[in-house]
């Protein structure tokens, strides 16, 4: 509360979460290859990658939970490997599939891993008042967790999560398994977090990411794939623009007036005249640059087109993800192939 | 070492609400109550030369076999099959508070358990009416050795839970290290092979780990420095190699 009114000196740029050339091997098996990233205070970053694809792990490593082999890591500029404890007093962990003693109430609970993180006496009473309020758990405080609906269970986890009030919040896979209401509930809950934590979250859940998140990294097979905000992730590997059209003119009309808006346009018809005689057209650029405008000043000049809508369709994140996971496969397929010429 | 008491107070709680304990309570409180009543059907036929406190502490193997294993044996498979470990140990808590604070509130309960067998002496007390029953020696150092003996069983029953992600595996082990201990040790001492003369420094310190014969010293009234010590090592023996086991398993986990 106090740091929002103290003056901005830039506190964005604080990295929070530094992991450079991280590699974990099992038994053999690289897990993780050479990740490296950093996240600021206050940002929100969306971890993506195919099952397998290290995410767990590299979670499991920025807490202070599993070693790792090699590489740096360090959340809010103390080293995890050689300071965990440190280090743990700064996290707020959710593991994958958010697992909870079934034979407690959620106060109890609540409380206890409060002394666990150290919090005691009065603070401790008003964080857990604070996270109950958050979290919305007042119904359910005295109630046993294992009898509690999956719901109210992630948001306990959630609750426990941000207890410690920590500078950095991590959570593996925080919305699977819920129904889009208990969905929604809990983005939101993250979205509340903005600015004042820094949070990554895993998941495979695209549209997710890309509501509650400022920042995407993709990884696959242990590496980073592609990294940025939805937006920049969009123009570099879907690389096209596509646009849905709602007019009463032919399909060879509205590729006459459009003509040399840019050099080729893709139009077709989706949905035949309806009973207005209005047709849906999907107009596909090549381009990343935005051309709704120049398409909408030359459908208004002409006099004989009524337009119901322009619009522009978003690709979503699961073309960039699609589109990054493959591209990345064939540099791996083509390196391997480049490594057994050269023996 | 600040979390322990937290830790100890949070695992008291789950072994009081758990129902193995109270399986383990009962049975328990059945078999020494049996045996109690047939040392006083024994006495009440003819005169002993031992007084009945030191008769049922001789039985004590009897109960530790069965109830340290179920006492501890849900200890850590339990927080390693839900998951709960990995929050655990993502607070700043370590793994060595973790295992003594569940090593503690097990050993605990243990030494609780055997303190309701004073009911059966307050029993004997009340309707007896002879001094000569309880003979308060022989008592004293029954249950300072159950106290003392019980630190090494119960970090013995921890270990084995360290070891195994299965709450049976962890269970039977507990019961065949808690064997060997107790029982094991005199069997090797009767073989024939360690009668031969090499073999007389080995069968020396065979002598000096025997548990039956530390519970007779101690039930006279003999504390022995050694025997104490062979209980303490033992037990901070145990306890550091259920530390390196949950970390072992958490390395490939």
């Known amino acids: ?343 | 070492m600040r979390h322990l008491p937290t830790i100890f107070f949070h695992e008291l709680r789950v072994l009081l609400l758990a129902p193995s304990t109270y399986i383990a309570a009962v049975l328990f409180l059945a078999v020494m109550g049996f045996v109690f009543a047939g040392i006083l059907d024994s006495y009440n036929q003819e005169a002993q030369d031992l007084s009945p406190s030191f008769v049922f502490f001789s039985l004590f193997w009897l109960p530790v076999l069965f109830m340290v294993p179920l006492l501890t044996m849900k200890c850590l498979p339990e927080e390693r099959r839900a998951g709960t470990l990995e929050t655990l140990l993502t607070t700043p808590v370590s793994t060595a508070e973790v295992v003594i604070g569940k090593f503690a509130a097990s050993y605990t309960l243990y030494v609780m358990l055997w303190l309701l067998t004073l009911g059966f002496m307050f029993i004997l007390d009340n309707y007896a009416q002879d001094a000569r029953f309880l003979d308060p020696g022989p008592l004293i150092g029954g249950y300072v050795f159950i106290a003392v003996s019980g630190l090494l069983f119960v970090s013995v029953g921890v270990l084995a839970s360290s070891l195994s992600r299965s709450q049976a595996v962890a269970g039977v082990m507990a019961f065949a290290l808690l064997f060997a201990i107790i029982i094991g040790a005199r069997l090797v001492s009767d073989l024939t092979l360690l009668q031969q003369e090499g073999f007389t420094p080995f069968r020396d310190a065979l002598e000096n780990v025997q548990v039956m014969s530390h519970l007779q010293d101690f039930t006279r009234g003999i504390i022995d420095t050694r025997q104490i010590i062979f209980y303490l090592s033992g037990t901070a023996l145990a306890l550091i190699f259920s530390i390196l086991g949950v970390e072992g398993k958490v390395l490939r986990s």
């Open chain 1, 1 to 343: 509360m106090q740091s929002s009114a103290a003056p901005q000196h830039e506190p964005a740029e604080e990295i929070t979460i530094d992991v450079r050339e991280l590699v974990k091997t099992y038994s053999g098996v690289n897990a993780v290859n050479g990740l490296s990233f950093t996240v600021r205070r206050g940002e929100i970053v969306g971890f993506l990658g195919p099952n397998g694809a290290g995410k767990s792990t590299t979670m499991r490593i920025l807490t202070g939970f599993l070693p790792a082999t090699s590489g740096y890591v360090s959340v809010c500029g103390i080293p995890v490997a050689s300071r965990p404890d440190e280090v743990k007093r700064h996290i707020g962990y959710m593991p994958e599939n958010n697992p909870l003693p079934e034979d407690m109430r959620v106060g109890e609970y609540i409380h206890y891993r409060g002394r666990l993180k150290e919090i005691s006496g009065r603070r401790l009473r008003e964080r857990i008042e604070a996270v109950i309020e958050r979290c919305d758990l007042k119904r359910v405080r005295h109630r046993m967790i294992g009898k509690l609906s999956k719901g109210f269970r992630q948001r306990v986890g959630i609750a426990e999560a941000i207890l410690g009030d920590p500078d950095v919040l991590i959570m593996d896979e925080p919305t699977i398994g819920l129904d889009p209401h208990q969905i929604i509930l809990i983005r939101d809950l993250i979205s509340s977090l903005r600015g004042r934590m820094s949070v990554l979250i895993s998941s495979h859940i695209l549209p997710e990411i890309e509501m509650t998140c400022d920042r995407v990294i993709i990884i696959n097979s242990g590496r980073i794939v592609a990294s940025g905000t939805p937006r920049e992730l969009r123009r570099e590997y879907v690389g096209r623009m596509v646009y849905r059209l709602e007019s009463n003119a032919s399909a060879e009309r509205v590729a006459a007036i459009l003509d040399g808006v840019a050099p080729q346009l893709n139009i077709n018809a989706a949905e035949g005249p309806d009973a207005e005689g209005f047709t849906a057209f999907i107009i596909g650029t090549p381009g990343a640059e935005d051309l709704g405008e120049e398409m909408l000043r030359r459908l208004n000049a002409a006099a004989d087109v009524r337009v119901r809508m322009l619009g522009r369709e978003r690709s979503t994140l699961e073309e960039v993800f699609l589109a990054a996971t493959r591209r990345s496969w064939d540099l791996s397929m083509e390196k391997s192939g480049k490594g057994g010429v050269a023996r």
